[in-house]
């Protein structure tokens, strides 16, 4: 068993007060006791809904190699059979353990964060330095005030390149998670009506993105979407940060990470681009032209941590999506094939237009028909009903003729949509389930996407149930 954190290591990071015999140290860290690997500490943090103390028991019965927990919970616990490291506040040391290993660590850091686009970045950047050197990378998308920190005291000693992507819905809450990570590369992908209902406008939005630069390490650069109406703006925040290296990626003429040639197929992209003075070829294994500009932003990053662009160009051919991001299934139909591209974890006007381009540009057989099946994009406040309204603008005049809507805010869409495109409209994903199993039909194309927090990965999971999944095929957003 290799070690992540020697327990002498552990304690002293966290200044931590040890209870019994320590074992040598541990090979992971685990925040719930489910998914928890013998070795691993595991980390009672108290959360909104549940507090990691209540499941000590639990984790030890998974084999745990020690427990981390607060002093004010000590008495409650009772009599526990693993070894104990007592701490003030659990996040708190779960944050000094993090800022401790980003200290021991050797690893060019890049971090990512935008309106739309982190996770797909994230995972492409994982991918292709892969191709030249060992990588850490936050699992899912663990980019909040305790997926941050875990990450980082995740990270071994001796990894080449580590990822760190980085969320909010507030302002403040990247900065005090940036000047934890200290990356060398920022990422920002853009700037869209995501979380909007907790701003006033996109200029608050792109303001509060700008946190991340004041973490970046001296000399570090940002990395910009120079095709971003808020670029401009972006660009006088790094600077006003201290940022001295900030370069864009897109299309544009000035753009140091330039998009030069693009052709778009069903299900892959062949580009030519300019990477700071290096021209190179690639073909990108999940389409999109929404994962074009991503790949500008992972070139322009591989280029700055100085990873061999020409391997990494090569890995990008093997590119393909996770669950819920642009996932695809071929399913079984008696008369034929359905292809399903599962969209079903988060959703913005943003990445709802690059789901419908997606969606549009996938060919169908036969008589196939190709179908969206769309759900409520959450926290946009009181803009909610106009922005899902304007995203019928997505869909008339597009190869979309069917369309499913679920949710109460997405009834706004089903109002806004003229009479020659076949809408259906249910309050839920429950009562959307039955009506979208009885319409599908072989050589039918199925988007689903929908904000995570509406359920319509259940209606991936009826489909996958009813239909099963002969292969699937690359795609991703």
């Known amino acids: 068993m290799s070690l992540l954190w020697t327990s002498e290591a552990l304690v002293a990071a966290m200044d931590g007060r040890p209870l019994g015999p320590m074992p040598e140290g541990i090979s992971g860290i685990s925040i719930d006791s489910r998914s928890l690997q013998p070795g691993d500490a595991f980390f009672a943090i108290k959360g909104e809904a549940m507090d990691g103390h209540d499941f000590a028991t639990a984790a030890i019965k998974a084999g745990a190699g020690v427990l981390v927990v607060a002093e004010g919970k000590l008495p409650s616990l009772g009599r526990l059979t693993a070894p104990i490291i007592v701490v003030e506040d659990v996040l708190v040391a779960l944050e000094k353990l993090g800022v401790a290993a980003r200290t021991r660590s050797q690893a060019k850091i890049i971090a990512v964060t935008g309106s739309a686009g982190k996770t797909t970045t994230k995972e492409a950047l994982r991918h292709v330095l892969s191709a030249v050197g060992n990588v850490h990378a936050s699992a899912q998308s663990f980019n909040n005030q305790w997926g941050v920190p875990l990450t980082l005291a995740r990270m071994p000693d001796d990894c080449d390149y580590a990822v760190f992507e980085i969320g909010m819905n507030h302002p403040d809450e990247i900065r005090p998670l940036v000047k934890m990570v200290r990356p060398h590369v920022a990422i920002v992908t853009m700037i869209a009506a995501a979380h909007l209902g907790?701003?006033?406008n996109l200029d608050e939005i792109a303001k509060a993105k700008a946190e991340i630069f004041e973490g970046l390490?001296?000399?570090?650069?940002?990395v910009l979407n120079r095709d971003d109406a808020r670029f401009k703006l972006l660009d006088k925040m790094a600077h006003a940060a201290g940022v001295e290296h900030v370069y864009g990626f897109g299309e544009n003429?000035?753009?140091?990470?330039?998009?030069?040639?693009?052709?778009?197929h069903a299900d892959h992209s062949d580009i030519a681009a300019r990477i700071g003075g290096h021209d190179m070829i690639a073909r990108i294994g999940a389409p999109g032209r929404h994962m074009v500009q991503n790949v500008l932003a992972v070139l322009g990053a591989?280029?700055?941590?100085?990873?061999?662009?020409?391997?990494?160009?090569?890995?990008?051919?093997?590119?393909?999506?996770?669950?819920?991001?642009?996932?695809?299934?071929?399913?079984?139909?008696?008369?034929?094939?359905?292809?399903?591209?599962?969209?079903?974890?988060?959703?913005?006007?943003?990445?709802?237009?690059?789901?419908?381009?997606?969606l549009n540009a996938t060919p169908v057989t036969g008589e196939g028909r190709r179908i969206a099946v769309l759900g409520d994009m959450l926290e946009l406040g009181d803009h909610?009903?106009?922005?899902?309204?304007?995203?019928?603008?997505?869909?008339?005049?597009?190869?979309?003729?069917?369309?499913?809507?679920?949710?109460?805010?997405m009834r706004a869409l089903a109002e806004a949509l003229p009479g020659d495109i076949k809408t259906e409209y249910r309050a839920g994903v429950e009562e959307l389930k039955p009506v979208l199993l009885a319409a599908l039909k072989p050589g039918d194309v199925v988007m689903i996407k929908s904000s995570k927090g509406i359920g319509f990965a259940k209606l991936v999971d009826a489909l996958l149930g009813k239909f099963p999944a002969q292969s699937t095929a690359n795609s991703q957003s």
């Open 384 to 409: 909610s009903a106009k922005l899902h309204a304007a995203l019928a603008d997505l869909i008339v005049g597009t190869g979309t003729q069917t369309i499913f809507l679920g949710g109460p805010e």
């Open 302 to 358: 591989a280029q700055l941590v100085g990873a061999d662009l020409d391997k990494v160009a090569l890995a990008l051919v093997d590119l393909s999506a996770e669950r819920g991001r642009g996932k695809r299934h071929i399913l079984r139909h008696s008369g034929g094939p359905i292809t399903l591209i599962d969209e079903s974890y988060n959703a913005n006007p943003a990445s709802m237009g690059a789901a419908m381009a997606l």
């Open 253 to 264: 003429a000035r753009s140091t990470f330039k998009l030069t040639k693009c052709e778009l």
């Open 217 to 222: 390490e001296p000399d570090g650069a940002a």
């Open 198 to 200: 907790f701003f006033r």
